[in-house]
């Protein structure tokens, strides 16, 4: 796992990130920051088209 970061703007998407164990960072002008960890994998639910993977947290 190289990216520490997983990010949507998909509010559905990240409700099911959160329900999965995903630790919210941070939620700013819509976009939904998670921690990326390597002990939780997605669901069949979530649309990872709708996902972003990045090293970077902005304030």
């Not at 939620?27 to 939780?40: C, D, M, R, S």
């Amino acid at each position: 796992m190289k990216q520490k970061f997983i990010t949507t703007q998909d509010i559905p998407t990240a409700i099911l990130l959160s329900k999965q164990g995903y630790q919210q960072v941070q939620n700013t002008n819509g976009i939904y920051v998670f921690l990326n960890t390597e002990k939780l994998r997605f669901s069949n639910d979530i649309d990872i088209t709708k996902i972003q993977y990045s090293n970077m947290l902005t304030f």
